[in-house]
């Protein structure tokens, strides 16, 4: 944003062409870091983790295999058409037709894990999983697949029935450990990476066990609470009473936006209530960041005994983070997770609308595209207008045509539709109609 921009206490001003504007800070006081979370974190560490997927040796066809993988990916594209062929024999043929078809869908779904495709690469290892059913590369490569896409659960389904047939294969418990991991049940990763080191020295194994090990240490002191949706931790010097009020009313905010979302997440959500100190020495994020949602829902609650109604919709914000996280897949943008999360907690954009709208009048803003991506290097200033202009398009969008549209919106999204060709198949608007739009609704609902 080319505007000068200074912060005097709890406020932050704009200086644009048509005068001063004012935001307050407190706007500002959490954040998600767009897929997984920040450095150091499980959940990060479980989305960065540097595992490799299992690779198939050709199902042991030799120069055969060869040949199919040429005949199914080149010149920069899938030939469905060749594919297609060697499941028209595989349905006729044997055991080694099938072998062909499972192969050629293998050797498409790698394509499209190296083009960031994870649905159709998804797809296409399930269907060559079809055709060669038991075979446990595949059966691991369908976990893989689950795994990149946070779906720790489902993922260890597939792992399980790969360790029956497969049982000293060492990448079973490489990518159990990081399933585990990604569910934050310490223990267990590290069990099964040892389990996994044991077979083969493997220095990603070796990478991950070290990790899983740091984080294992710092949280032995926590205390532990559960409730139907979540798990709860919680550091010594925290009150048992607090624990169980998060809990309650963690729940009560899940069953209003599992119906505003039409959605549940399939797995357990994890919250950990920080001291204040922790929480800065833990997360390393941005001094201007109070709670986070990076897989795991983190507060801090320094001082407090009991809930307040600011601790109360610090948990919405970012229980709804969590949400969207798990119904997209992690591929909601930021403006929007950032922006549905205020919504959801209750904020509106009455004190910030005359200052948005100036600054949109001046083109001084960014724009929603620059607002896809992680906001976590923002200066805390760009960081207050980015959360007020999220706010304001979600708030319009919601005003305008409803609740639903947001919903289809995600839907799109985690089929795999980039953001703004989601928003366009919903809105029939692209980003700067929606832009538009959104500075119309604040001036006509706010600015006098
Ligand atoms: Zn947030």
Same mark, same amino acid.
């Given at each position: 944003m080319a505007l000068s921009v200074t912060e005097e206490g709890d406020k932050i001003h704009y200086e644009t062409s048509s005068g001063t504007l004012t935001l307050p800070k407190s706007i500002v006081d959490h954040v998600i870091k767009g897929v997984g979370g920040m450095p150091g974190s499980p959940a990060?560490?479980?989305?960065?983790?540097?595992?490799?997927?299992p690779v198939l040796e050709s199902l042991g066809m030799a120069s055969a295999g060869n040949e199919i993988e040429q005949g199914s990916?080149?010149?920069?594209?899938?030939?469905?058409?060749?594919?297609a062929k060697l499941e028209a024999d595989a349905r006729s043929g044997?055991?080694?037709?099938?072998?062909?078809?499972?192969?050629?869908?293998?050797? +498409?779904?790698?394509?499209?894990? !190296?083009?960031?495709? =994870?649905?159709? #690469?998804?797809?296409?290892?399930?269907?060559?999983?079809?055709?060669?059913?038991?075979?446990?590369?595949?059966?691991?490569n369908v976990a893989y697949l689950h795994l990149k896409r946070s779906e720790f659960k489902q993922s260890l389904e597939y792992l399980e029935r790969a360790r029956r047939v497969a049982p000293e294969n060492p990448d079973v418990?490489?990518? +159990?450990?990081?399933?585990?991991? !990604?569910?934050?049940? =310490?223990?267990? #990763?590290?069990l099964e990476w040892k389990r996994s080191f044991a077979l083969r020295a493997d220095p990603e194994v070796q990478a991950a066990l070290d990790k899983a090990l740091k984080d294992k240490q710092e949280e032995e002191s926590y205390k532990e609470n559960e409730s139907p949706h979540f798990n709860l931790k919680y550091s010594g010097g925290a009150e048992p009473a607090l624990a169980k009020e998060v809990l309650r009313t963690l729940e009560a905010h899940y069953s209003a936006i599992e119906s505003e979302l039409n959605f549940s997440t399939p797995d357990s959500i994890g919250v950990i209530l920080y001291t204040q100190q922790a929480f800065s020495d833990i997360t390393n994020a941005p001094n201007w960041v109070g709670a986070l949602n990076d897989g795991r829902i983190r507060v801090p609650v320094q001082g407090l005994s009991s809930m307040t109604p600011e601790l109360a919709r610090v948990l919405k914000h970012e229980l709804t983070h969590s949400f969207v996280q798990q119904k997209t897949h992690g591929q909601a943008p930021t403006w929007l997770q950032e922006g549905l999360a205020q919504w959801m907690e209750g904020k509106r954009s009455g004190d910030s609308a005359s200052a948005l709208v100036q600054i949109y009048d001046a083109k001084q803003g960014a724009s929603l595209s620059q607002?896809?991506?992680?906001?976590?290097?923002?200066?805390?200033?760009?960081?207050?207008?980015?959360?007020?202009?999220?706010?304001?398009?979600?708030?319009a969008i919601v005003q305008t045509t409803g609740m639903g549209d947001i919903v289809r919106i995600l839907e799109e999204i985690g089929a795999g539709h980039p953001a703004e060709t989601a928003t366009r198949n919903v809105l029939?608007?692209?980003?700067?109609?929606?832009?538009?739009?959104t500075a119309d609704y604040l001036r006509k609902n706010y600015v006098r």
């Open positions: 990060q560490a479980a989305a960065d983790l540097t595992i490799t997927p990916v080149h010149d920069g594209a899938i030939d469905r058409g060749f594919i044997g055991k080694a037709a099938g072998d062909s078809a499972a192969l050629a869908h293998h050797v +498409a779904a790698q394509y499209e894990i !190296g083009h960031g495709d =994870m649905e159709h #690469a998804l797809n296409d290892e399930r269907t060559a999983l079809n055709y060669a059913p038991g075979q446990p590369v595949l059966l691991m418990p490489k990518l +159990a450990g990081w399933a585990y991991y !990604g569910l934050n049940k =310490m223990d267990q #990763a590290v607002l896809e991506g992680s906001w976590m290097k923002f200066p805390s200033n760009t960081a207050v207008y980015a959360y007020a202009w999220a706010l304001a398009n979600v708030e029939h608007s692209d980003y700067n109609d929606l832009m538009q739009s």
